[in-house]
Every structure is written in C-alpha cells, then in structure tokens.
C-alpha cells in the first residue's frame, strides 16, 4: 500500500530581489497546497519529506523521492530536500536533489558529532542543476571549512545549507566568512527562517514561507602567491 507523502506545492510570495543576479533559488518553509513561484531551484528544509525508508521506497510502498522529482518537473526547476534517510536500522541527515523530473542523487551528512544517533556520509554533494554546480552542505558539515574548500575547488557556482533548525547565531556568521573567504554564493534554511550570503559579506534573512534569492554563479579567481621552503626544483633522475 502506497502512502503519500507530505510534499507540496506552494504560492508565490512577492519579494523584493536583486536584478543583477540571474539564478533565482527560492527557499520554502510553509506546507500549504498551491503553487511553487518560479525559480531554478527550489530549496525545502527537513519538514517536508520527513524519513524516507530506502526499503519502502524500493518496494513501492512509499514514494518520497518520486514526488520529489515530480514536483521539480511539474514546476520545472531543480529541488534540493532536506530528509532523514533510513536503511537497515541506520539513520542518516540526507538531501534529495531533483532536476526536472530526473532524481540526480541523495547526499548525506558526513560529520556526526559526539554520541548522535545519525550514521556519518562519504562523500560531498555536487550537481549539476539547469547548467550550474550546486554543492549541498547539510547541518554538522556546516562546522567543517575543508566542505567549502573542496566543493568551490570543484568549480560550485553556488551552495545550499540545510540545517533543521538553528541552535544559535554560529551558522549564519560561518556562511557570511565562507561566502567570502571562497567566493561562493550560500543560500540556507534552518527551521522557519531563510537565509543568503553573498560573496561581498552581505546577509540577509526571511522569514517569508516563500523566498526568492537570485544569485549570479561566477568563477572568479585571484593569482596568490607565497613562498615555500623544500621541494627542489631540480628535475630527479630516478623518478
């Protein structure tokens, strides 16, 4: 027996955006059944799809992940999900990412802190959604700047946070320094409130069910030099 899920559709919510920007992400909060604004990416924090159970879903019992891509290609943009994911008894903090209808992957989260009852990913979230590379950074990995470093040296135009709630003011000051310090765009959710930093070290936050970040994915790098002690120049004969 099928059971559904608790995924929606939303309206849209005015809100004033930055016309220089040209990649809209838009951060929903609320569960009402309408309409999802227009935009390229479509951010839900963890209230929406709730556990998946990797066993049911193979089964056909449930269908999470489907509606997931449905909703993505009935509103024609990508979708990154916040969820917990469950297999085998092992309980993981994950995200769905979606793309028009085709599901491009689940990521989980890689650092479990201490004694929580979560099983630790292996490996960081990158895709590619309506032509530019969004990493996904979900809740303790937010902690670790080595996740910033490796997915913007992978060429991420763009980030997407997903915390279930915010426990105190550290995350949003860490995605303002790593907007920053690695010249990337951040777009998070945590609980009811939405949140956007951007590369100059401006934030904002909403509070909105709906709200709409439009971002401009650059690669822009800078030469820098240092000196370095060891590593001889000379070329080695035996190697």
Same mark, same amino acid.
């Given at each position: 027996? !099928?059971?559904?899920?608790?995924?929606? /559709? %939303?309206?849209?919510?005015?809100?004033?955006?930055?016309?220089? &920007?040209?990649?809209?992400?838009?951060?929903l909060t609320d569960q009402r059944e309408e309409e999802l604004p227009?935009?390229?990416?479509?951010?839900?924090?963890?209230?929406?799809?709730?556990?998946? @159970?990797?066993?049911?879903?193979?089964?056909?019992?449930?269908?999470?992940?489907e509606d997931a891509a449905r909703l993505s290609k009935s509103s024609?943009?990508?979708?990154?999900?916040?969820? !917990?994911?469950?297999?085998?008894?092992?309980?993981?903090?994950?995200?769905?990412?979606?793309?028009?209808?085709?599901?491009?992957?689940?990521?989980?989260?890689?650092?479990?802190?201490?004694?929580? @009852? &979560?099983?630790?990913?292996?490996?960081?979230?990158?895709?590619?959604?309506?032509?530019?590379?969004?990493?996904?950074?979900?809740?303790?990995?937010?902690? %670790?700047?080595?996740?910033?470093?490796? *997915?913007?040296?992978?060429?991420?135009?763009?980030?997407?946070?997903?915390?279930?709630? *915010?426990?105190?003011? =550290?995350?949003?000051?860490? =995605?303002?320094? &790593?907007?920053?310090?690695?010249?990337?765009?951040?777009?998070?959710?945590?609980?009811?409130?939405? &949140? %956007?930093?951007? =590369?100059?070290?401006?934030?904002?936050?909403?509070?909105?069910?709906?709200?709409?970040?439009?971002?401009?994915?650059?690669? /822009?790098?800078?030469?820098?030099?240092?000196?370095? /002690?060891?590593?001889?120049?000379?070329?080695?004969?035996?190697?």
């Amino acid at each position: 027996m !099928r059971t559904k899920s608790n995924l929606k /559709r %939303f309206s849209h919510i005015s809100v004033k955006i930055n016309k220089m &920007y040209n990649m809209v992400f838009c951060v929903l909060t609320d569960q009402r059944e309408e309409e999802l604004p227009q935009c390229d990416v479509a951010v839900f924090g963890f209230g929406i799809l709730g556990e998946v @159970d990797y066993e049911r879903e193979l089964k056909g019992e449930t269908e999470k992940f489907e509606d997931a891509a449905r909703l993505s290609k009935s509103s024609n943009c990508g979708l990154v999900c916040g969820c !917990r994911t469950i297999s085998r008894g092992l309980v993981r903090k994950s995200a769905s990412v979606a793309d028009r209808g085709k599901l491009l992957g689940i990521s989980d989260m890689n650092h479990v802190l201490d004694d929580e @009852d &979560y099983k630790s990913g292996a490996s960081l979230g990158l895709y590619k959604i309506n032509g530019c590379k969004v990493g996904v950074c979900i809740e303790n990995d937010l902690l %670790f700047p080595d996740t910033f470093k490796s *997915l913007t040296a992978c060429g991420c135009g763009a980030v997407v946070v997903l915390m279930e709630e *915010l426990r105190d003011n =550290i995350p949003p000051m860490l =995605i303002r320094a &790593y907007s920053y310090l690695y010249g990337v765009p951040i777009i998070m959710t945590a609980g009811k409130t939405a &949140y %956007f930093a951007d =590369i100059t070290g401006a934030i904002a936050t909403s509070n909105q069910n709906a709200t709409l970040f439009e971002v401009s994915p650059q690669n /822009r790098y800078r030469v820098v030099t240092s000196r370095l /002690r060891g590593v001889a120049s000379d070329s080695k004969i035996d190697y």
